[in-house]
């Protein structure tokens, strides 16, 4: 089968597109004929070798899968052959930059029907981390008012989404290019955080500030005095401590993703009833996928984008 691999961590150039064995699923395990494989800005982490996941070289990038059950391992119940289905794929495992995958069977969730199957993959890590940065972490609840800090990313748009749908008053930071989509994710304020100050432009408390966006750490401690007592800063930015305040009860929290089949699932259901959107900036072939990594490095790559291999 076509993959992409690299066989030592450095620059986008360590990439190659190769022949590599199809895959055999081990016991408790599918074998996936991937229809689309979502890029990560932590793919590109992981094949530099600065991000702290132990990985086996040569290694397959792309964590997030949608395809169709190829075959099953042994004692694999509840699912078939032809089965159309997404994941979350453990991150030390090799990936879904491929023409097919291995995977865990409980890993796995039916995948949405109203939306194109390749498009899928672009739900399954983005949606959970913003699921359990508002929900886990976050503690949101309907009537709550929510501050997302950078909505204008893949993770972003579910959040905003997601907060809407339980009912919450949200407020969104984004850039004059993301704007529109942000507006359209449901977005109750946005705020041009190009031009305006934060700390200006949100006059009443916060229950949650969310962060998604890079920050220095003096940045963030300013943002905390936005957040009523017994609130809650949650982040998915770890190279920054996220900041509390423990004398007014303002937790702080940072969201690493883990699997969680039951969420995902009902985020499908979402989808399929019209009430969550995924959005696709670019849909790109397998081949293509080291020239993505560059693009990623110089900072032009924009929304979530969807790596679509050969037929098998």
Do not use: C
Not at 61 to 70: A, E, F, L, N, Q
Not at 140 to 145: H, P, S, V
Not at 152 to 179: D, E, F
């Amino acid at each position: 089968m076509k993959a992409v691999r690299f066989h030592e961590t450095g620059a986008p150039e360590v990439l190659r597109y190769e022949d590599v064995d199809q895959p055999t699923p081990g016991p408790g395990e599918v074998r996936i004929r991937v229809a689309g494989s979502a890029f990560n800005p932590a793919d590109g982490g992981m094949r530099g070798g600065f991000l702290p996941i132990p990985i086996t070289l040569p290694h397959i990038p792309g964590y997030d899968v949608s395809g169709t059950v190829d075959a099953l391992g042994e004692g694999v119940d509840g699912w078939e052959v032809g089965e159309a289905v997404i994941g979350f794929l453990p991150m030390t495992a090799d990936g879904s930059a491929a023409q097919y995958v291995t995977a865990p069977a409980e890993a796995l969730v039916k995948a949405p029907t109203r939306i194109p199957l390749a498009d899928a993959a672009g739900l399954p890590s983005v949606g959970l981390t913003a699921s359990q940065s508002l929900f886990e972490a976050g503690r949101l609840t309907a009537g709550q008012r929510v501050l997302i800090n950078g909505a204008g990313g893949p993770v972003g748009g579910y959040a905003v989404q997601l907060a809407k749908h339980a009912g919450a008053y949200v407020i969104a930071t984004a850039s004059p290019r993301s704007r529109q989509l942000v507006e359209a994710a449901g977005a109750d304020e946005i705020i041009d955080h190009t031009a305006t100050s934060l700390r200006e432009a949100v006059t009443e408390p916060v229950d949650v500030l969310l962060n998604l966006a890079p920050i220095t750490a003096d940045g963030f401690a300013a943002l905390v005095p936005l957040v009523r007592d017994g609130g809650a800063v949650v982040s998915t930015t770890p190279r920054v401590p996220t900041p509390g305040d423990e004398a007014r009860g303002v937790r702080a929290e940072t969201i690493f993703v883990h699997p969680d089949a039951d969420v995902l699932s009902g985020l499908v259901d979402l989808i399929d009833a019209g009430e969550l959107h995924v959005e696709i900036a670019q849909r790109v072939p397998l081949s293509e996928l080291p020239a993505l990594h560059e693009q990623a490095e110089a900072g032009t790559v924009h929304g979530k984008v969807v790596i679509i291999p050969p037929a098998a």
